[in-house]
């Protein structure tokens, strides 16, 4: 098993590459750690089976070649419970299949939190690797005060040991020379192997006294600010203004980036169109797939200011103290507080939204989040929204100039998804969700400045992975509605949308959508916006030979024509609940291991749209 | 007062007994939380649930669902 693998990692034409785990219990900086030494050469993969991401990087150290790094999930023992430290134990012991076992140990640990941490330290020394013990934030720990002796705790560890800091590139020196195997390392001394937690942390003390160790005093700063955003009172008012400034952001500073994204993708159309002959291939192109593509691209904006958001609140610290005050009411729902930066996410996209429930550590928890995610008003409806509300409600002001019914309208539509959400979480946690769980526990850092390259690393990261996951599953699927849309070819030629393969599916669940009303031609469109749902909007201008943007009066005027006061309002019902979007689906799929949670969704969510549309129908007429 | 449930603000006790699944008790070990330890109550969040507490140099956050199982050593 590991000689092929040792091919791969070897790479270009290198003999072989050395790979050096960096392993740490959660919060000892060692993803930042991680970003310094590799920078951007770094790329993501799921491990085998689980949900469980990999970080691998190379680390680059001049004439000595590369070295291939490993991050691996933070723990605080080796002996592993969640999937997570299941992994790391794993990897470290040369058990994973498809990772070779590492030749060498980064041992990241908090020096402000020494004591706690080095309990880590017995285990993973006794694995025998050659190890350097990296602790880090030693900044921070002289800063507050506190001291330690690396020379007397190296002796006790019969390891090397290096202060350092990711933050600011302290001691990364030591840890290159240590990597291309240049450091000296004292020799190896037997470790006590104690399975007991208390017993352990009590040999982790005495060690890190017999080092000199003096702990730093509590960070000053963190209880003031914490006096201020944990105020009974103006610490939820805070968060208010923190969630409503990063919507703000979302949509508004992103709104230009998305539109010269839209216009580029528009050129590069009409420049292949102006390149390729005219045909059937030409279409697929420019038709199919530049325009699919463009459809993923355009949210990729508010992916990236949505994630630079995430980084600051998270390196900063603030997140932590935001799942404190969301938790009171996310238990009230069935989840926890850490499910409410998920599913804010999922105002901008589902998708990363579900990536981001990896910081829930309780499985039912993270599932019951990935279940409700998709029912948040997501940026993807926003022109569904904006064509069907434009054409049949007029722009009359309400409370002032800015608000009126229209923007009442799509109000009503974001509560509506959130309702729905809650209703959902509840159901969950009292059908198949139900049982007890593991406590929830939050561990609240002290503050600290996100630094620039850690928030540029991780934006381009996560907007890499987005562009990667959604976008070949969105390529896919719209180049396939396309062809749906152009087939079967007659004489050569396309056929009417009408007569095309996506025409006659239209037709066929007519009696099915009916009394919703809805015509075939909105069958087609439900059909194409399964790739995403925005993808009705031009679906319906296609059909009825108009372009089709939300801005445009053509259009409205054709919907106005189609449907009634109370399709329409079926129409955005069914939109708020329907689980539209193949991406999403897909992404579930990978991060609950089967298509068990994804068809479930589906279907519960189909089944919802479908009711409260039926209703909506009757009710309004 | 015999919980970490009702440890006032700005007190400190020292815990005695975790009264959880072995699974948990041993998560809230790793955190710092074990027979022995010296615990101070911090604060709340707004509307007094979760609470915050210092223990073995870091601050950690516990439902009083799960503060409730941790019971402290009587002072002699």
Known sequence: ????????????????????????????????????????????????????????????????????????PGTYT????????????????????????????????????????????????????PTLVVLNLS???????????????????????????????????????????????????????IQNIPACRMWAGRLASQSTYRAPTPPLWTRRLDGVFLHPVAGPLLLLAVVLGVFQAMFSAAAPLSDGLESMVGAIGGWAGALLPAGVARDVVVQGAVAGVGSVIVFLPQIAVLFLFIGILEDSGYLARAALIADRTMARIGLQGKSFIPLLSAYA????????TRTIESKR????????????TCAARLPVYAL?????????????????????????????????????????????LRGD?????LELPPYRWPTLRSLGLRVVDRSRVFLTRAGTVILGVTVGIWLLCHLPLANGKAPDLSHSVAGTIGRTIEPAIRPLGFDWKIGVGLVTSL?????????????????????????????????TPGGAVALLVFFAFAMQCLSTVAVVRRETGGWRYPLLQFGYMLTLAYGAALLAKVIVG | MNTLEDLPFGCDAVLDELALPSDDAARLMELGFFPGVRVVAVRAAPGGDPRVFRVDGAEIALRRETARCLRLRRRA
């Open chain 1, 1 to 72: 098993m590991s000689g092929c693998h040792d091919c791969a990692l070897a790479g270009r034409g290198e003999p072989k590459a050395i790979t050096v785990a960096l392993v740490g219990p959660p919060n000892s900086g060692k993803s930042t750690l991680f970003n310094r030494l590799t920078g951007l050469r770094q790329r993501v993969a799921n491990y085998p089976g689980v949900t469980v991401e990999q970080h691998r990087g190379r680390v680059r150290l001049g004439t000595r070649g590369d070295v291939e790094l490993l991050d691996l």
């Open chain 1, 78 to 129: 080796l002996q592993p419970r969640s999937d997570d430290e299941r992994i790391t134990d794993d990897v470290l012991r040369g058990r994973m299949p498809g990772t070779p076992r590492p030749d060498a140990v980064l041992l990241v640990l908090d020096s402000t939190n020494l004591a706690r941490h080095l309990v880590l330290a017995a285990p993973v020394l006794a694995l025998g690797l």
């Open chain 1, 139 to 193: 900044d921070d720990l002289e800063r507050r005060g506190g001291s330690l002796d690396p020379a007397a705790l190296a002796q006790q560890l019969g390891a090397p040991v290096v202060p350092a800091s990711a933050a600011t590139g302290r001691g990364i020196e030591t840890i290159h020379e240590f990597l291309a195997g240049r450091l000296a390392v004292p020799a190896r001394i037997p470790l006590p192997t």
């Open chain 1, 349 to 356: 996209c589902a998708v990363p939204a579900i990536l981001a």
């Open chain 1, 365 to 376: 928890d993270r599932l019951a989040t990935i279940l409700v995610a998709p029912f948040m």
């Open chain 1, 388 to 432: 069907i509300i434009a054409a049949f409600l007029p722009n009359t002001p309400l409370l002032g100039p800015v608000f009126g019914v229209r923007a009442a309208a799509l109000l009503g539509l974001y509560v509506l998804g959130f309702l729905a959400a809650v209703g959902t979480a509840r159901l969950l946690r009292s059908t198949i």
């Open chain 1, 437 to 441: 769980r593991a406590p929830f526990l």
């Open chain 1, 531 to 563: 790739a995403a749902r925005e993808v009705i909007v031009g679906t319906l201008g296609t059909i009825h030979g108009i372009d089709g943007n939300a801005g445009s009066t053509g259009l409205q005027q054709a919907l106005r024509h189609d449907l």
